[in-house]
């Protein structure tokens, strides 16, 4: 049994059952594959500010570790940015453990509490500090989400941080933002979208780049890396992990939670089904490619709204499927504007005005709380 790279039989790495690796080729492939994906993609320029997003799991730690090995670099592969780390309190076991990992790095934290989503501006954070409590907006900001079901909760979740990252890094003076997801996390979420309504989102969502807001570029520089490939990178480096922070997760079931396990078990028995999944979606993109200034975009997640379609769309079938259950259920004749009208104000609130599809149905499912004024207030 021997390393397939270099034929060495010490300290082997098996990789997807059947790929042996010793430590030093895989160390070396996976910092390939993170070095890739930005090379061949030619989007960051000398010396731009990127701002890093940490959350403290397996992903964000291995980013971190992958990153600070790039700029020790001293040769043409360098990786020549200015890394501004930013993490998202949640709660404050995880931040101390965020903190903790930087300050091993020699690198300063910025951490404000996920509640600022709440209000429509944010400040700069104090470095390597605890974010300051605003009791209001962490109340306000638990009671949206205790309003939300499982699965809209954990979308609407999705969009926070993409919001929030995206805040902050126009406060930082950063044009691009990097992610620690994988393949892995991005398979799962290509299969989410397709099933909650995200479906003309995925080029965004799942590729490389999420180009949707005009100023601030979300790069993905680990989707080549799945998630067998982190444990074991972790294991060989000996990186600390928040294992609290993961065990948390699995607390609620919703639709993520369900095609998540789906996906690792499936993986388990068919090594190639992430890759497959993978593959997939960078086929996938939209039609008629159009830039956001010329089309109304989602308050929430910035997709585009409603561009023109000759086709019955899946949102067209909805609507009539409803009418028909309306009139099946209604003695009397109901007018075609009302039924509209129904549609428009009960179902898919705000639809193709200031929301899309995904957005305007956890819109409608919010019980209690309420969407932030702010966010409606912008396109009125």
């Known amino acids: 049994m021997k390393c397939k790279k270099c034929n060495s039989s010490s300290a082997l790495i098996i990789l997807r059952k059947k790929d042996l690796y010793c430590r030093e080729c895989f160390l070396a492939n996976v910092t390939h594959k993170f070095r890739s994906s930005i090379g061949k993609n030619k989007i960051l320029g000398k010396a731009d500010n990127v701002l890093i997003c940490l959350s403290g799991k397996e992903g964000s730690t291995v980013l971190l570790d992958l990153i600070n090995n790039a700029l020790s670099l001293d040769n043409h592969k360098k990786l020549r940015i200015t890394p501004i780390f930013l993490h998202l309190c949640e709660n404050y076991e995880t931040i101390k453990n965020v903190i903790e990992q930087c ?67 126009k406060l930082l003076n950063c044009k691009y933002i990097f992610t620690g997801e994988t393949t892995t996390t991005l398979a799962t979420k290509l299969l989410v979208n397709l099933a909650i309504g995200r479906g003309s989102q995925v080029q965004s969502d799942v590729g490389f780049l999420d180009s949707r807001d005009m100023e601030i570029k979300i790069i993905r520089p680990m989707k080549d890396i799945s998630e067998e490939e982190l444990k074991l990178y972790i294991n060989s480096k000996n990186l600390k992990v928040n294992d609290k922070q993961t065990s948390k997760e699995n607390e609620h079931t919703s639709l993520q939670t369900v095609i998540s396990t789906f996906v690792s078990n499936l993986q388990e028995n068919f090594p190639s089904t992430i890759s497959t999944i993978c593959k997939t979606a960078d086929k996938i993109g939209l039609q008629d490619e159009c830039d956001n200034e010329r089309h109304n975009t989602c308050v929430i997640c910035q997709s585009i709204l409603k561009p023109d379609e000759k086709a019955i769309s899946a949102l067209d079938a909805t609507s009539i499927s409803k009418i028909v259950s309306l009139r099946k259920h209604t003695d009397s004749g109901i007018d075609v504007d009302m039924e509209k009208n129904v549609i428009n104000s009960t179902i898919f609130p705000y639809i193709h005005n200031r929301l899309c599809y995904a957005c305007s149905r956890n819109y409608a499912e919010i019980k209690q709380s309420k969407i932030p004024s702010y966010i409606i207030e912008t396109q009125k």
Do not use: C, G
């Not at 605003?134 to 989400?145: R, S, T, V």
């Open 103 to 169: 300050q091993k790095y020699n690198y300063d934290l910025y951490s404000p509490h996920i509640s600022e989503y709440v209000q429509s501006k944010s400040h700069i954070p104090i470095v390597n500090s605890l974010p300051i409590v605003n009791n209001e907006l962490i109340e306000e900001y638990n009671n949206m989400q205790n309003s939300m079901l499982p699965t809209v909760k954990d979308d609407f979740i999705t969009n926070i941080k993409r919001t929030l990252y995206i805040r902050y890094a």
